[in-house]
């Protein structure tokens, strides 16, 4: 029996409290009502699907929207900095000095960036659970379910010419197929120094009050010409007004809104730890090599950032776990449900048990995690060569089989990226390549121990720098013309004996091993139990209750508004340039580019520049727009505070704040310190105040 089916008629399940703006809603569930009651604000459908069809996925996690008919793309500079590392050089450092395309022709083309436009979501719920109906085992379920997700895309893709990805939501309840618009050929229009883009740099990451002119602009290419685009924002140039609602529209990474106690105290107490040991070692090994010589600083700046970032989001996310509010809050959110499956005997036969599987499904994954993690789900962060030989070795080896019993990632609509990928000409040096895949060495001789079979095999005998150096030197990968080789010819990559590849050989067998123990005894089993959960609450709340975030689009909303801080201190909703300069000291991270120096009489000091909203967002919401009522853009999402980040769990506003850059300094600083007249008449504004 479904149990959507017997639990309808159901009235006393847990009823959930949402605060005002709470909310990662999908576009086709938008709480109109709420908007209503909160705000006396409904929003038209031409306004959700304009907003729809101008927001952007890029593949690199991050968020964006079309801001002219011409492709024109909006997006953060955090989004768009691998692109600026790529084309930068020593010669030509776009990070330090920025960038802007005088010409059309002067735009540069990302090496490996695709974006995505969601064109429809079709409902394919029944035909995804039809293909495991009759089967009893989680993991033959989880196989079933995950060919089937495979083979819908295939079909889509091949009828439609687009992307398409089977989207899980409400932990399975639920699967939407998305369609989406392509685009490859991508190009960088505009970028400003990274000084000023990431002004006060680490220690003011995920503060507030901030002063970041965090933004990018790329453009679209079709069949080498600016895409046309129907769907775009307008620009306002006044930014947004206190205590006004504003939308923010884009892909949020991940939540954990409907974790169970079991997952939450699995990451507080394994996974988010383990992760921030990892972080924490390679920031001082990136920093160590950044230190060598200004040339190493500015190779490894943008990974260094990147994990930063990471470092400083997941200690928020500890902190959270470690909060007894928050916890006793999920705790009691659970007690509540699983008190009224234990109350009906039919869902107490059936379901009473399913919590307790999902607690000895993440004992299961506490056994590997580490070596898993290591091996797998994570492995050699930063190594660019490491991902390429791993990329070339697993599709040679999967598209061999249909495409529907492949590893996900290497489904045949998945294999267009890869491929991309593989082919790009990227920049890649091997004295970072050599200090990153050292420290990997090194964490899995301190984690696995230096008996494991795998550490014995990758070190050979040498200390960790010393097999680093053998691999990356004696490696052809940085080739692009012998990638393309190997791509090509599945034989000549077999018969290769080069040393990445030969590296992710001795590590391949125990990584798959240890995949398959994590799809068949722990990912299925949290996947049928967490489904089951979740049709429980589904079957009472419908869509009035939204999924947790699936890197999909969604639609957050919030409104303009400051707080107090811990001391009780007002924080306003704005910062402007008066606040920047006052905040400049001339040495890094809070100096700035010269010609903002030189321009500072010029600028209108009272400029809004910086502004908070009370808005629902997560990682990959960066680079979203921040729109008004009407439609226009107001500014763009690049951060949230410190206070906000436990939001991944649960959501808050009295201190927690979404931290946004506003279009009333993006214009001000194109006018006057860039002197960006293009750019400003594409966007539709006057060149005067």
């Keep these: ?26 576009f086709d569930q938008v709480p109109q009502a709420r908007l209503r009651q909160s705000h006396g604000v409904t929003l038209s459908e031409p306004l959700l699907e304009r907003l729809r069809l101008s927001s952007i996925r890029m593949n690199n996690g991050g968020s964006g929207s079309f801001v002219s008919p011409d492709g024109l793309i909006f997006t953060n500079h955090h989004v768009a900095s691998e692109c600026i590392q790529q084309l930068s050089s020593k010669e ?5 000095n920025g960038f802007q395309a005088a010409t059309r022709e002067a735009e540069k083309p990302c090496p490996d960036l695709e974006v995505n436009v969601l064109l429809k979501i079709d409902d394919v719920t029944a035909k995804v659970k039809a293909a495991a109906e009759a089967e009893k085992d989680f993991a033959a379920i989880s196989r079933l379910t995950k060919a089937q ?12 010419g687009n992307r398409c990805d089977v989207v899980t939501l409400y932990s399975g309840e639920v699967f939407h197929l998305y369609q989406y618009k392509k685009y490859t050929d991508v190009r960088l229009v505009f970028a400003p120094e990274n000084a000023i ?9 995920f503060t507030y009050p901030r002063y970041c002119l965090d933004i990018s602009f790329l453009r679209a290419y079709e069949n080498g010409k600016p895409a046309v685009v129907k769907n775009f924002l307008p620009w306002s140039r006044k930014g947004a007004r206190e205590g006004e609602l504003t939308l923010v529209s884009g892909h949020p990474g ?7 106690m079991a997952e939450l105290e699995f990451n507080r107490n394994i996974a988010f730890p383990f992760a921030i040991s990892r972080q924490q070692g390679l920031i001082e090994e990136l920093l160590r090599y950044g230190a060598l010589s200004a040339e190493n600083k500015r190779i490894a700046g943008d ?23 928050l916890m006793n809050r999920k705790r009691d959110e659970e007690q509540t449900l699983r008190a009224h499956v234990a109350a009906d005997p039919k869902l107490a036969k059936g379901y009473g048990a399913t919590w307790d599987r999902v607690a000895q499904a993440y004992a299961e994954l506490t056994k590997i995690y580490k070596p898993y993690s290591l091996l797998e789900s994570s492995p050699a962060r930063a190594s660019t060569l490491f991902s390429l030989a791993r990329t070339l070795v697993r599709m040679n080896e999967e598209t061999k089989k249909p495409s529907e019993t492949r590893l996900r990632e290497f489904r045949e609509t998945a294999l267009e990226p890869k491929r991309q990928f593989i082919q790009s000409d990227i920049p890649l040096y091997a004295s970072m390549e050599t200090t990153v895949l050292a420290f990997y060495l090194g964490t899995l001789r301190q984690h696995l121990g230096a008996d494991h079979p795998v550490v014995v095999s990758v070190l050979a005998g040498k200390e960790p720098l010393a097999a680093a150096q053998a691999y990356v030197e004696g490696s052809k990968l940085a080739d692009l013309s012998y990638r393309k080789q190997l791509l090509a010819d599945g034989k000549l990559l077999e018969a290769s004996r080069d040393p990445m590849l030969e590296l992710i050989r001795r590590i391949d067998p125990e990584a798959r091993r240890l995949r398959t123990i994590f799809e068949d005894k722990v990912e299925a089993a949290i996947y049928e139990s967490a489904s089951k959960i979740a049709a429980i609450r589904f079957a009472k709340f419908g869509t009035e209750a939204y999924p947790d975030a699936t890197f999909t689009l969604r639609l957050s909303f919030g409104a303009v508004k400051g707080y107090q801080n811990a001391e009780g201190k007002p924080v306003p909703y704005a910062t402007n340039f008066t606040g920047l300069f006052g905040r400049v000291t001339g040495k ?30 997560h990682g990959g919401n960066s680079g979203s727009p921040t729109v008004n009522t009407r439609g226009e853009v107001v500014g763009i999402l690049f951060d949230g505070n410190l206070e906000g980040l436990p939001n991944r769990f649960v959501y808050r506003d009295s201190r927690e704040r979404s931290v946004h850059v506003s279009t009333a300094a993006i214009t001000e600083a194109l006018r006057v310190v860039y002197g960006a007249q293009p750019l400003l008449k594409e966007l539709g504004v006057a060149s005067g105040r």
């Design 197 to 205: 883009a990431m002004f006060g740099g680490d220690p003011d990451n």
């Design 588 to 617: 890094e991270p809070y100096a700035l580019p010269q010609r903002w120096l030189d321009a500072r009489r010029k600028l209108k000091s009272s400029t809004q520049f910086n502004f908070v909203t009370t808005a629902d967002t």
């Design 254 to 260: 991940s939540t954990g809104r409907l974790a169970t």
């Design 303 to 325: 990974e260094l950032f990147s994990v930063q970032n990471s470092f400083k989001a997941y200690t928020g996310f500890l902190a959270g776990l470690r909060e007894a509010d």
């Design 1 to 26: 029996m479904h149990l959507r089916s017997l639990i309808l008629p159901l009235a006393a399940v847990a009823t959930t409290c949402m605060w005002a703006d709470e909310g990662i809603w999908l």
């Design 92 to 96: 030509a450092d776009y990070m330090k």
């Design 149 to 160: 997700m495979s083979r819908l895309e295939k079909e889509c893709a091949a009828t439609t």
